[in-house]
């Protein structure tokens, strides 16, 4: 049961224009949203993250919007730089727990900025 | 952000043999830490959550007999894959949460079974 989905595998933009990203996710539990970039043999990089409390985060060129009564999450990356090409992950948690909590990834969108 | 260390990166061994990977925070402590395992091509898959003076944590379908998890100290835990097999070729990586909710990730051991 994948619970954390990303439903486009692979995405390609031209340099200087937007990426859009998207997330979509089932357990209303999740509270907690994080977006990491993942090179290839490479740990994965956390980008920028987003509570269920806002809708919108924003640092740099990296916003994430966050739609809870669609269960929805995207991340914008705008303008788009060749050095942004990577796999990004979508992922989510439930903090209530109390304790450190574990994170649901998504399956991963390949996204390629060409010149 | 934090810093996630692991050792090996890269690591060949045969089949029977056990190997240890190590995960250290650099700059902070880590009551927890998390175990993930990537096959190509697929998303990360938690496969434990390791405690610090306690048991680990294992996901459903993951051995804890084959799949050792010892959190020795605040800022080290350690995964040791016992006698491996040519299908636990993976690559596994660790994170530990700092004092946020935000995970961060070392850089992986990319584990070769003959």
């Known amino acids: 049961d994948q619970q954390v989905k990303q439903n486009s595998p692979s995405l390609s933009v031209q340099e200087g224009r937007i990426s859009i990203l998207n997330c979509d996710y089932t357990?209303?539990?999740?509270?907690?949203f994080l977006w990491y970039k993942k090179y290839p043999a490479e740990g994965p990089t956390f980008l920028i993250s987003i509570s269920s409390i806002k809708d919108k985060n924003e640092d740099g060129r990296f916003t994430v919007f966050l739609n809870k009564s669609a269960k929805h999450l995207s991340l914008h990356i705008v303008p788009s730089q060749p050095g942004d090409s990577a796999v990004y992950f979508c992922?989510?948690?439930?903090?209530?727990?109390?304790?450190?909590?574990?994170?649901?990834f998504g399956t991963g969108t390949r996204l390629q900025v060409t010149l | 952000g934090a810093v996630v260390s692991q050792h090996p990166s890269r690591v060949i061994c045969k089949s029977g043999t056990s190997v240890k990977i190590e995960c250290r925070s650099l700059d902070f402590q880590a009551t927890t830490m998390f175990w993930y395992r990537q096959f190509p091509k697929q998303s990360l898959m938690l496969m434990a959550t390791s405690n610090e003076g306690s048991k680990a944590t294992y996901e459903q379908g993951v051995e804890k007999d084959k799949f050792l998890i010892n959190h020795a100290s605040l800022t080290l835990s350690t995964l040791t894959v016992t006698s491996a097999h040519p299908e636990d070729s993976s690559f596994y990586i660790c994170?530990?949460?700092?004092?946020?909710?935000?995970?961060?990730f070392g850089p992986g051991t990319r584990l070769t079974v003959l």
């Open positions: 992922a989510a948690s439930e903090t209530s727990t109390g304790t450190a909590s574990k994170l649901t």
């Open positions: 994170s530990a949460p700092e004092f946020t909710d935000t995970q961060y």
């Open positions: 357990n209303s539990m999740f509270d907690y």
